[in-house]
């Protein structure tokens, strides 16, 4: 039968503009969070992660802000660039305990524009 | 750095043979390698835990006895699709984790079409 979420999302973007993903996560008692960049034909590449008991995380462009209250992560990249067009994941993991078993989110296609 | 390596990066194969899907860590060992399907447009759904020396934790709807998994060394784990269909094809990905560290390094994937 048909699955959910055929369509991904798309996020269109001008070439040094900023670019803002949103994700909803599923459980609040998730401990670890994580973005992935996914190009096509590849594995999910590391961008970014953040912690439960942190609210923001800056790195090289990016950045990751948690807010846990309404269970929402995103991620915003600055002065987009070509190469940032990609499928981006959010993910979550339930429990340290069960090493890295990730949930991952439904996906955003970003697409920047020259 | 941390480089997992899948082999092959697509196969084609006929419906009802069988296909082995090679996942390694390079420069580190993993005591626990995931495996995850992804169909097109949609994300990466987790089929199995595999744990070097014990039998895979499959996730529910996956079927074990279909996908085999193998995790005999620190540092390999094997998928065997066996008796594949077209609804098998898919893009499969494997990801390692250093023991103790969070960050889960993923391999390139492998694209099988079955026909």
């Known amino acids: 039968g048909e699955s959910v979420g055929l369509h991904l999302p798309t996020l269109s973007v001008q070439e040094g503009d900023n670019s803002i993903i949103n994700c909803a996560y599923s459980n609040s008692a998730s401990d670890y969070f994580i973005w992935y960049k996914q190009e096509s034909g590849k594995g999910p590449q590391f961008i970014i992660d953040i912690r439960s008991n942190m609210d923001k995380r800056q790195g090289q462009r990016v950045t990751v802000l948690l807010n846990k209250t309404v269970k929402h992560l995103s991620l915003q990249i600055a002065a987009t660039q070509p190469g940032d067009s990609a499928v981006y994941f959010c993910a979550e993991t339930l429990d340290k305990a069960a090493g890295n078993k990730l949930t991952f989110g439904g996906g955003t296609r970003v697409l920047v524009k020259p | 750095g941390a480089v997992v390596s899948q082999h092959p990066s697509w196969v084609i194969c006929k419906s009802g043979t069988s296909v082995k899907i090679e996942c390694r860590s390079l420069d580190f060992q993993a005591t626990t390698m995931f495996w995850y399907r992804q169909f097109p447009k949609q994300s990466l759904m987790l089929m199995a835990t595999s744990n070097e020396g014990s039998k895979a934790t499959y996730e529910q709807g996956v079927e074990k006895d279909k996908f085999l998994i193998n995790h005999a060394s620190l540092t390999l784990s094997t998928l065997t699709v066996t008796s594949a269909h077209p609804e098998d094809s898919s893009f499969y990905i494997c990801?390692?984790?250093?023991?103790?560290?969070?960050?889960?390094?993923f391999g390139q994937g492998t694209r099988l079409t079955v026909v």
């Open positions: 990801s390692a984790s250093k023991t103790g560290l969070w960050e889960a390094f």
